[in-house]
Structures are given as structure tokens and as C-alpha cells.
């Protein structure tokens, strides 16, 4: 009877550390996509303001990488903050190109999609 409930117990943790690492895997694949879908629409943005596209357009991509980055975090310090100042480089950007400054727009735009692509790889090499 005793060594029934120790196999028991035994059973139980293993299923919760099992399930535990299922879902870091998720969620650190779920974090690894949003990181790339962030880049992936600056890369776009910053194609933009090269192709002298207007800033209705520029912003409006700025705007859903900024959508795109909220999705994820990391208790990872170095990359939290790396984001963070992406984050605040898009809404400057943002900001510039509602404004109509094209010139300083774009400059944020390209300064945040290089911060986003350190995150990528921060966030990569820890993971």
C-alpha cells in the first residue's frame, strides 16, 4: 500500500514536470515567432521608407510591430531590456511619421528594427 502511493506520487510529479517543459517549449517557440514577426514587419517598414512609400503607410507598419512585439516578454533582463527600448524607438518613430518627419521617422524605423534584431538574437542564444 505504501509503496503503491510513492509510485503514485513518483507518477504525478514526473506528469507535472513532463507537462511543465511541453509548455516552456510552446511558449518559447510562441516567443521565438513573435520576435520574428516583429523584425519581419520593420524589415518591411524600413523597405518602405527606402521606397519612399508616405508615412500614412510607414506608420501603419510601425504600428502593428509595435502590436506584434506586446505579445511576448522574457524574464531574461538583457533581452527585456533590449525590447524595451525597441519599443520606445517605435513609438517615436510613430510619433515622427504622424507628424510628417520623414527624415527622423525612418531613422527611428531603421534604429528599431536593428534593437529588434538584437533581441532575436539575445533571446536565441539564451534559448
Do not use: C, P, W
Amino acid at each position: 500500500m505504501i509503496n503503491t502511493k510513492k509510485i503514485l506520487a513518483g507518477m504525478t510529479i514526473a506528469s507535472f514536470v513532463l507537462a511543465s517543459s511541453f509548455a516552456y517549449a510552446e511558449n518559447n517557440a510562441e516567443v521565438k515567432a513573435a520576435i520574428d514577426q516583429t523584425v519581419a514587419k520593420l524589415e518591411q517598414a524600413v523597405d518602405a521608407v527606402n521606397k519612399g512609400e508616405d508615412a500614412k503607410t510607414i506608420a501603419d507598419l510601425v504600428l502593428e510591430a509595435k502590436q506584434l512585439q506586446k505579445s511576448f516578454s522574457t524574464s531574461d533582463s538583457k533581452v527585456a531590456v533590449k525590447k524595451a527600448q525597441g519599443s520606445n524607438l517605435l513609438g517615436q518613430a510613430r510619433t515622427a511619421l504622424s507628424e510628417g518627419d520623414m527624415s527622423k521617422g525612418g531613422e527611428l524605423v531603421k534604429k528599431a528594427l536593428a534593437t529588434y534584431q538584437e533581441v532575436k538574437e539575445k533571446y536565441n542564444a539564451a534559448h
